[in-house]
Each structure stands twice: as structure tokens, then as C-alpha cells.
């Protein structure tokens, strides 16, 4: 391959890579944003947005039987990990789904306000019909508006522990990345055992 051939193609090629770097770029949010993209699970597998089951939990686990001191909640959100200490020892770690680009959970500190075993959301839930199959899913209350002969039921959240204004802790789906409307999505397991150890205003720390 002569030198003079090179030359004439390599602008050429340049030209070509940098069209195909720009359509990358441009068509990045929309994948972003679609519930089709492929994510890298935690446990290396391949999980969209749409998965009906969250990943294998590897992580989590309970030893604060016998500790005592008062509970602190941190939540790392980049780690999409709880770390529940107790008396300043850390007794129990769990996996955790936390807010999604636009609905982020707030970084801070706060206090557990309110505590309820069967917790529904007033705002996210589904469209279901009289005898309660649902019509259509994911909405929102108030800016989508339910099909003739429907109703509105908010998602369920199970061992709901409110930290502040309209967010919690609770069980939920766990895809391995952020997910939720702002809530801390739980192992149904670890959900439970928060809720049972945990007494009002235990301080709850999110961190990024």
C-alpha cells in the first residue's frame, strides 16, 4: 500500500469515524432513557429495565442480634449499598435500587418519621380495571390520566420507613443500578428486619 494512497484515505476515514462518533453521541440519551437498554447486572449478568426479577442478592446480610448502641442508616448511592450501623459497629449491609436520573434520592441527613407495614404510593402504581387486572402499568396519578372503566392503584411498599418528604425505604425491585421515583428499594428479606430494628428517629445518612 503506497504512501500517496494513504494519504488520500485517511481523511477520508477520519471523516467517517468522526460521523459515527457524533450518531453515537446524539442517540445517547435516547438509550439512556429507554426501558430496552442492556445493563451489566451486579452479579454480571445481562438485566433491562423491563426484567419482572431482581438480581441474585450477593451481598446482604443481618449480625446485629446481640449488638446494642443506637441505629444509623448510611446509604451510598454510587455503591448502591445500605450500611445499618449499631453503637457505631457495622452490623448489616444490604443491596439497594435508589433514584433514577430525574427522580434522584436526596443527599443528607435525616431522621426515620414514619414507619407502615403495607405501604401503597398515592402518586406510582398502575391503571387496573373493576376486577383488578391491570391496564396499563407504570403511570403517574397525576399526569397520566386512567382509561375509561379504570382506576388508579399506587405500587405497593411493603416495610415502608419514611426519611423524608415522600421517600422511603421499602421493598422492591432491584435491577442493579438506580431505578426508583427517589425511594431506597430493599430485598423484601432486609426490608423486613429494618423495619422490625428500627425505631423512630433513627438517623439516616445518603451519601454519593
Known amino acids: 500500500m503506497s504512501f500517496l494512497f494513504l494519504m488520500r484515505h485517511i481523511p477520508v476515514a477520519l471523516a467517517c469515524m468522526a460521523m459515527l462518533m457524533l450518531g453515537a453521541c446524539a ?3 435516547g438509550r439512556l432513557n429507554s426501558t430496552a437498554t442492556q445493563y451489566l447486572g451486579t452479579d454480571g449478568s445481562i438485566v433491562t429495565r423491563t426484567s ?26 454510587s455503591q448502591q449499598k445500605l450500611f445499618y450501623y449499631k453503637g457505631g459497629k457495622l452490623v448489616g449491609i444490604s443491596a439497594v435500587s435508589t433514584g ?17 407495614k403495607e405501604h401503597a404510593s398515592n402518586l406510582y402504581g ?5 376486577s383488578g387486572t391491570v391496564v396499563v402499568k407504570s403511570v403517574d396519578a ?10 388508579f392503584q399506587g405500587s405497593s411498599m411493603p416495610w ?15 435491577p442493579g443500578i438506580p431505578d426508583s421515583h427517589g425511594c431506597i428499594r430493599l ?3 432486609m426490608a423486613k428486619i429494618f423495619y422490625d ?9 445518603l451519601e454519593k
Open 52 to 77: 419482572t426479577a431482581s438480581l441474585p442478592d450477593l451481598i446482604s446480610y443481618w449480625a446485629g442480634e446481640s449488638a446494642n448502641g443506637p441505629g444509623h442508616i448510611v446509604i451510598n448511592i
Open 27 to 29: 442517540s445517547y440519551d
Open 126 to 130: 398502575d391503571f387496573v380495571d373493576a
Open 142 to 151: 397525576i399526569k397520566d390520566k386512567p382509561p375509561a372503566g379504570t382506576h
Open 197 to 205: 430494628v428500627t425505631p423512630l428517629g433513627t438517623p439516616v445518612t
Open 187 to 189: 430485598p423484601d428479606k
Open 100 to 116: 433514577k436520573e430525574g427522580h434522584d434520592s436526596p443527599v443528607g441527613n435525616f431522621k426515620v418519621q414514619k414507619k407502615e
Open 160 to 174: 415502608f420507613m419514611q426519611f423524608a418528604p415522600g421517600v422511603g425505604m421499602h421493598t422492591g425491585f432491584l
